[in-house]
């Protein structure tokens, strides 16, 4: 049973536009949300978090956003940069565990 | 900046062997995590560890897996009897508490069972 949800698996953006990667939850025991970018071979890094009881948090380029009653998280990049090219992970915790997305793909065209 | 190391980074075994998985957390966090990820699929949680004993443990981490805090510094995931289907990237990640976001990732250990 999958909690957590990123319905697109890749996503291609100009240089300089908006990235706006997506992702879905079930279960409305989770307390905190958690982005993670991961390059190839190396383990995910952690970006940017938001609790369940905020609706937004930014840190420069990055910014997420929390929809609780449509249990949506989205994390937009503004603008885009080649380097941000990685896969995204979203992930949720109740308690001590964390579950993940399975991660969007993005690549940052020039 | 501190950060999360794990040895080695790539492991070959054949299947029936034991291995283990070292990871050495940040030194001041008090919460170790592992968790796996099989090509091409999504990171699972398999197991979390405080005060020198699991905490919580996935379905995925059945008797075959343990965990150990050796000496105060390693945190080791030990799979007894290695089957061909834990071949996978496995993360270590540390946190100074369950609610803190300083939950660091190691770079991971890449098992492939031959």
């Known amino acids: 049973d999958q909690q957590v949800k990123q319905n697109s698996p890749s996503l291609s953006v100009q240089e300089g536009r908006i990235s706006i990667l997506n992702c879905d939850y079930t279960?409305?025991?989770?307390?905190?949300f958690l982005w993670y970018k991961k390059y190839p071979a190396e383990g995910p890094t952690f970006l940017i978090s938001i609790s369940s009881i905020k609706d937004k948090n930014e840190d420069g380029r990055f910014t997420v956003f929390l929809n609780k009653s449509a249990k949506h998280l989205s994390l937009h990049i503004v603008p885009s940069q080649p380097g941000d090219s990685a896969v995204y992970f979203c992930?949720?915790?109740?308690?001590?565990?964390?579950?993940f997305g399975t991660g969007t793909s993005l690549t940052v065209i020039p | 900046e501190p950060e999360v190391t794990q040895t080695p980074s790539h492991q070959v075994t054949q299947m029936g062997q034991e291995v283990i998985l070292r990871c050495v957390p940040i030194s001041n966090h008090l919460y170790f995590y592992w968790y796996r990820q099989i090509l091409g699929q999504k990171v699972e949680f398999l197991v979390s560890?405080?005060?020198?004993?699991?905490?919580?443990k996935s379905e995925i981490f059945d008797d075959q897996f343990s965990v150990e805090r050796p000496d105060g510094s390693n945190f080791t995931l030990k799979i007894r009897s290695t089957k061909l289907e834990d071949s996978a990237m496995y993360f270590c990640a540390s946190s100074p508490t369950v609610n803190n976001y300083g939950y660091t990732f190691g770079s991971g250990t890449r098992l492939t069972v031959v």
């Open positions: 279960n409305s025991m989770f307390d905190y």
């Open positions: 992930a949720a915790k109740t308690g001590n565990q964390f579950y």
């Open positions: 560890f405080y005060n020198n004993e699991i905490s919580e």
